[in-house]
């Protein structure tokens, strides 16, 4: 198998793991958050960020790096249109995931300190669990326009 093929695999399977368990933990811990289950809410919470760090993480680092390699291999110019909306979209939902990593970190120390205690999550829980799933929304909407940007390839 060349190295092209590898490469172009690495990242279309990194995109997958990108994609599918920031949507899988992002449903999970929304429909933690709404069963109002303060240990559903702290075992998601804590499972989220970990999911994060194993997979998510990796994938974010692979993503760009097989991108560009598999760009210079192919001849493709970083100023071809859909490839330079690709990036642009890219890092949109990074500016995005980072500030959700790190609501995720807050809200799953608050929920462990509630269940700790034997109290109620504080406000301030729900607060970051608002914005959470506010960014989450069009972090996948690029990310969806990204796959079909990296199909299609339009002129």
Known sequence: MSTYLILKTLHILSSVVLVGVGFG????????????SLEAQAVVARTVVLADWIFTTPAVILQPV??????????WPM???????????YAITGACW?????????MK???NAALANNTALPVLYWRYARWWESLGYPA???M????????????
């Not at 097989?66 to 001849?75: F, Q, R, S, V």
């Not at 100023?79 to 979209?89: D, G, K, Q, Y």
């Not at 980072?98 to 807050?106: D, G, M």
């Open 109 to 111: 120390q608050m929920a």
């Open 144 to 155: 969806v326009v990204v796959y079909f940007l990296m199909v299609s390839k339009p002129a």
């Open 25 to 36: 933990t992002a449903f999970y811990l929304f429909c933690a958050n709404r069963s109002k």
């Open 140 to 142: 996948f909407a690029a």
């Open 66 to 75: 097989t991108g560009i390699a598999l760009l210079k291999m192919a001849g």
């Open 79 to 89: 100023t071809t249109p859909w490839i330079m909306w690709s990036l642009v979209l």
């Open 98 to 106: 980072l500030p959700v990593v790190w609501l995720q970190i807050q």
